[in-house]
């Protein structure tokens, strides 16, 4: 209940004229970021041993020590032939891949926080405002809901059940009324 533009209205206590400054902060709610275990599956992949290139004389020419991963749903290939040992080639590719696939996955959630952050704020401006402090008339004032509190002081240390009940209710009749059972 808490993304979008908080405005906050008070005097500073620098102001001689008695003005009210306004302020506004932009607020993202966000799920806290997993932890990623890459699991790679045999199924999933098509290993291929092949001779390797490059320098090595007659052991490249004849020992299949180089291997092809190739990730299957993705269509990530790796290709190690740094050793002479086709075991820990495979090893040193699978390692690879995984860094890999963890990179691709890594992308793909900050894409996709980064969109969700954009529709949680919002461009920020004045209009898309969702909650106003007023602290010269000790009112907090929920612009989605249309609830005035004159309780500033006790919604700022965390007393805020009074506004997410209003809050929940608000958001259930509306889903009520999108399901037409109102």
């Given amino acids: 209940y808490e993304s979008g533009v908080h405005r906050v209205q008070r005097v500073p206590e620098t102001e001689t004229q008695g003005r009210i ?4 902060a932009t607020v993202a709610v966000m799920p806290e970021a997993e932890d990623v275990d890459i699991e790679l599956r045999p199924d999933e992949l098509n290993i291929q041993a092949t001779r390797s290139g490059g320098p090595g004389g ?14 299957l749903p993705t269509g990530i290939m790796v290709r190690c032939q740094d050793g002479r040992s086709q075991t820990k080639n495979k090893e040193k590719a699978l390692t690879i891949l995984r860094s890999k696939l963890l990179e691709a996955k890594q992308r793909e ?24 402090y007023n602290f010269p008339q000790n009112r907090v004032t929920d612009h989605r809901i249309g609830l005035t509190l ?7 240390t965390g ?18 009324q999108e399901a037409g059972l109102k």
Avoid at 21 to 24: D, I, L, M, Y
Avoid at 150 to 156: P, R
């Fill in 150 to 156: 004159h309780n500033l002081e006790g919604v700022l």
């Fill in 58 to 71: 007659q052991h490249v020419n004849t020992t299949d020590s180089c291997i092809q991963v190739t990730h």
């Fill in 109 to 132: 959630e900050a894409e996709k926080y980064s969109e969700q952050r954009r529709n949680l704020i919002g461009s920020g401006g004045r209009e898309e405002k969702i909650r106003t």
């Fill in 21 to 24: 400054h306004t302020s506004t």
């Fill in 159 to 176: 007393q805020v059940e009074e506004l997410v009940e209003a809050l929940q209710a608000s958001e259930m009749a509306e889903r009520l």
